[in-house]
C-alpha cells in the first residue's frame, strides 16, 4: 500500500508551478521530516533537532504560528514540535505540514513513532495504538497487547482503516483532519477512532518514522 501524503501535493504546488529554473539550486533537497524544540524568538521561530546540535531559523509561516497559538500554554515560549518542511541552502527551514505540537509527552524522548507507520493515541482514558508491517499494537495505559494481523485500506477520501480479518474485533480509523487533543491541548494531523469489541475511543494520530509499502 503506497503511503498517504495528506496535503503534500496542494502545499508543493506553488514551487512546480513557479518554475524550475527559478527554484534551481534554492532548495537542499526533498522535504525532510524534522522534530525538535520549536522556540519563539524576537526574530520568529527556530528549531532546535532532536539528538543534534543543530538550530533552524523557520521561515515566517502563519500556519505555524496559527498552530502554535493553538498548541501552546499561557506563557510557553518552546514546544516539541514534528514537522515536514523543506531546508533552502541558506539553512533556513520553511515548513510546510505540522504533524504533532506537543506541551505534554516525552517529547524527543519519545520513539514510539520510531517503528510505526502510524500512531494514534487518546488521553481520556488513556490508549495508544501503533500500526506497523508487523499488524496492530495497542495499550490501555496499563497494558500493552501483543500484535494484531490487520486489513489495512485507504478510501478515495484519504481516510485509513486497518481491521482484524473477519470479525473486526478491532479497528483504528485514521482520518486525514486536524485534531486538537481536548484534554492536553496537543495539536496533531490527523484524527482518530480506535474500536475495541464494539467500544469506541477517540483521539489524535499522526504519521510514523515507517513508509508503507
Do not use: K
Not at 527559478?22 to 519563539?40: A, I
Not at 541552502?89 to 507507520?117: F, I, K, N, T, Y
Not at 501483543?146 to 478491532?170: F, K, M, W, Y
Amino acid at each position: 500500500m503506497s503511503p498517504i501524503r495528506w496535503g503534500r501535493a496542494a502545499l508543493l504546488a506553488p514551487v512546480l508551478l513557479s518554475g524550475c529554473s527559478v527554484m534551481q539550486g534554492f532548495w537542499s533537497g526533498e522535504p525532510q521530516r524534522v522534530s525538535g524544540l520549536l522556540e519563539r524568538t524576537t526574530d520568529g521561530f527556530v528549531l532546535r533537532e532532536c539528538g543534534s546540535e543543530r538550530v533552524m531559523a523557520l521561515t515566517e509561516s502563519q500556519m505555524l504560528d496559527g498552530i502554535y497559538q493553538l498548541a501552546s500554554q499561557p506563557g510557553q515560549i518552546a514546544i516539541f514540535t514534528d514537522l515536514i518542511g523543506e531546508i533552502d541552502r541558506h539553512g533556513r527551514l520553511h515548513p510546510e505540514q505540522v504533524l504533532r505540537m506537543q506541551s505534554h509527552g516525552r517529547g524527543c524522548s519519545d520513539d514510539s513513532a520510531d517503528s510505526a507507520q502510524w500512531v494514534a493515541l487518546g488521553y481520556q482514558p488513556a490508549w495508544q495504538a501503533w500500526l506497523s508491517p508487523a499488524g496492530l499494537v495497542r495499550s490501555d495505559g496499563n497494558l500493552t497487547y501483543p500484535a494484531r494481523s490487520v486489513v489495512i485500506e485507504q478510501l478515495p477520501d484519504g481516510a485509513l482503516n486497518a481491521a482484524t480479518p473477519s470479525d473486526h474485533q478491532i479497528e483504528l480509523w485514521l482520518y486525514p483532519q486536524a485534531c486538537q487533543d481536548p484534554v492536553t491541548g496537543d495539536y496533531f494531523h490527523l484524527r482518530a477512532t480506535l474500536t475495541v469489541n464494539g467500544e469506541q475511543q477517540r483521539g489524535c494520530g499522526y504519521q510514523g518514522a515507517i513508509i508503507a509499502p
